[in-house]
């Protein structure tokens, strides 16, 4: 922790004298890191098992337990962030709102869980009496909600009309006939149907919530210029997708090959890199200081 | 004991409690016995008011999962397909309806026949039914619409009693 204004002494002074009993309790960090892992872990919770019961642990270890790399490293830096805020006494809002969210997550639904985490992140980001980098960490709790939940449902609704445009862009790519989700391929007469999965708006928001957790963790104070690169990053992802999209219609193989294990693989690191990439650039000043 | 330890101790305590009910409802769902799947009861149902036979149509290189079932609907030989998971656009009922040149698709749901699938009606449906079965020790097949496949001049299956199918 870092007190970059001239208050740092007073608070050092202030800190020393505090009775020891405020050491051993549960602090603000504290109790909305409980929060937070208890939200994330039972909206995951019915992912986790149903991978685990599918296959071996090891297997579904290495699958990261049916959530993406960068997902658990969203998870991991919105916990630190929490937890490295600066340590504040806890209030009865404090204590309210984090066993309203414990409560929430207990229930049996896990989306109710995500819908919670969207809450108590908002809870986070508006109260001007947290300490920043707990107010970040609200901010990266929400990107991660909208990953879990809120973009699945705007799936239910317009999946259709998402991957028609991206099977347009496609088209557009290889010159090939387009008819609603599907692209003809250019050497064969097979069709390609891009499915929700393999939409660019799904690929985008993985690297969006990475973007959103390694930002904050370096500048918790938001700034206007990262949605730039944010919003560069989104752009970048989708022309990625469409290029692999593209690629798949040229012929069976080319398809078995990007859209196999190898390609599946090769595509996450790349979303991966461009989600840390686009923070880090988002950042620099911050990294290199 | 260091406060980190007794942080991560309590959050561990607090993460297990939360998912305790989530374990026993699992559990409990185990135990009991599954419905019969919307495949299966859509085989019932054609068996039931088509009048003939009904074959089931597979797919996979073992052929052994039913995706959908022909039937006989009036003079017409039909296909019917419970609708594919969310995001996936029913492929396998538009690789049929392709497959035979003047083929169209009508959506059945609650009851009712359309030419467009019922995708906002279906997606609220969708988001009650996860916020309500969350709570249930029963095995409950999620809501979803049935996909006709009809050759070019048959509308004897959509005027089949789907009133009385149940199971979507």
């Not at chain 1, 699958?63 to 916990?79: E, K, P």
């Not at chain 2, 135990?31 to 008011?49: G, I, N, Q, S, Y």
């Not at chain 2, 609220?124 to 979803?144: L, M, T």
């Amino acid at each position: 922790m870092a007190y970059s204004d001239g208050g740092f002494r007073g608070m050092a002074i202030a800190q020393s004298v505090q009775p020891a009993a405020q050491t051993r309790a549960l602090g603000r960090p504290q109790i909305y890191a409980i929060g937070i892992l208890a939200l994330i872990a039972n909206a995951i919770a019915a992912t986790v098992a149903s991978t685990v019961a599918a296959q071996s642990l090891g297997a579904a270890l290495a699958a990261g337990l049916g959530l993406s790399w960068a997902f658990w490293l969203s998870f991991a830096l919105t916990v630190r962030l929490a937890l490295v805020s600066q340590a504040q006494p806890t209030d009865r809002g404090d204590w309210l709102a984090a066993s309203a969210a414990v409560l929430a997550a207990a229930l049996p639904a896990g989306p109710v869980s995500a819908v919670a985490a969207t809450a108590l992140g908002l809870w986070l980001m508006a109260s001007t009496r947290f300490a920043p980098q707990l107010r970040a960490s609200g901010m990266a709790l929400v990107a991660i909600s909208v990953h879990l939940l809120w973009g699945r449902l705007m799936m239910l609704f317009f999946a259709a009309p998402i991957a028609a445009v991206d099977a347009r862009l496609v088209g557009l790519l290889t010159h090939t006939a387009v008819e609603g989700n599907t692209v003809k391929f250019l050497q064969t007469g097979h069709r390609l149907a891009i499915l929700q999965a393999c939409t660019s708006v799904q690929n985008a928001s993985i690297a969006l919530m990475l973007m959103i957790a390694i930002i904050r963790t370096f500048q918790p104070r938001p700034r206007a210029s990262e949605w730039l690169y944010v919003g560069g990053a989104f752009l970048l992802v989708v022309a990625i997708n469409e290029v692999r999209l593209s690629l798949m219609t040229r012929n069976v193989e080319m398809f078995e090959l990007v859209h196999g294990p190898v390609g599946a693989t090769v595509i996450n690191l790349i979303i991966t890199f461009v989600g840390i990439a686009g923070a880090a650039l988002a950042v620099r000043r911050e990294i290199l200081d | 004991m260091k406060s980190s330890t007794r942080f991560w101790l309590t959050a561990t305590a607090v993460v297990a409690l939360s998912l305790a009910p989530k374990i026993i409802l699992g559990w409990l769902r185990d135990a009991t016995p599954a419905p019969p799947t919307r495949t299966e009861a859509l085989r019932r149902f054609l068996a039931e008011v088509s009048g003939g036979p009904v074959s089931p149509i597979t797919e996979g290189k073992s052929a052994k999962v039913i995706v959908g079932w022909r039937f006989e609907a009036g003079r017409c030989a039909a296909s019917a397909f419970p609708s594919s998971p969310s995001g996936t656009f029913d492929l396998l009922a538009r690789n049929e309806a392709r497959a035979e040149a003047g083929s169209q698709m009508d959506y059945v749901y609650r009851g009712a026949v359309g030419r467009n699938p019922p995708t906002w009606t279906l997606a609220f449906d969708i988001i009650a039914f996860r916020a309500i079965s969350a709570f249930s020790p029963s095995k409950i097949d999620p809501p979803g619409y049935t996909v006709l496949v009809l050759p070019a001049g048959c509308a004897e299956a959509r005027t089949l009693p789907w009133s009385r199918f149940k199971s979507d």
